[in-house]
């Protein structure tokens, strides 16, 4: 893809918190699953539109995180969208594998029933400590 | 729907920031078509799961936000989905109208091209004046 400095638009077009972050929603990009959101920075989202692969940022970490990296499971960016005020993101990936750390295609497997009870409606298709070598927490 | 108390296992489950805001991706049920991000709070969390309608919290105006009460765009709650860690809420929605103060029917109509532009992918499907009274922003 184009070099850092093309990205300077669609980067000057986003609204970062003070903190330099913005939120991204990664979608897949031919079912429309919502995979997860994550933070991404100035830099993690130059990197992503260069490399075609998806970096956040690890706020627990304090450093990029570049999905997939350790697990296997990459992003590939297929497309990058701004919202209309530019303080989220939508990122159409292509997700090899499983997008979540407990071996679930989507974090988003907990969904509220009636009587207020959270459902899990989602198994688990890769083995968490397969993909990292440990048991997810 | 259920009363307040009930909802308590789902409010217990997501992890607030400390001002008490849970980000919350809006997406239309039967497209897949991701509308919207926006913020919610314990309390507007447990009044959407009241009422079936989508209710938000305007950071900007430091209130809640009945998504629609001035647009008639009004969002009903099909289901609300938390994630892995708590700390983000997707909620699948039947979006009446437009989801976006610009018109349009997503936020996200802005993309990266290449050389880093940002190109509108899709036209306004309403008009900001008769929607709100006066020109979107």
């Not at 609204?15 to 933070?39: C, K, N, S, Y």
């Not at 706020?59 to 960016?77: F, I």
């Not at 009587?115 to 048991?135: Q, R």
Request: with cysteine; proline share 5%; hydrophobic share 35%.
């Amino acid at each position: 893809m184009s070099a850092m400095s093309d990205e300077t638009p669609v980067l000057d077009a986003i609204r970062f918190t003070p903190d330099g972050l913005v939120p991204a929603i990664a979608q897949q990009h031919d079912t429309g699953e919502v995979l997860m959101m994550a933070w991404m920075t100035r830099e993690t989202i130059a990197e992503t539109l260069q490399t075609g692969h998806v970096c956040y940022w690890s706020r627990s970490r304090g450093k990029p995180w570049r999905k997939g990296e350790t697990s296997g499971q990459v992003q590939t960016l297929k497309a990058l969208r701004v919202d209309c005020d530019g303080d989220t993101l939508l990122l159409l990936v292509n997700q090899v594998g499983v997008a979540c750390h407990t071996g679930r295609r989507t974090c988003f497997y907990r969904e509220a029933g009636d009587g207020g009870a959270l459902t899990e409606i989602l198994a688990p298709e890769a083995d968490p400590e397969a993909l990292y070598g440990h048991k997810a927490p």
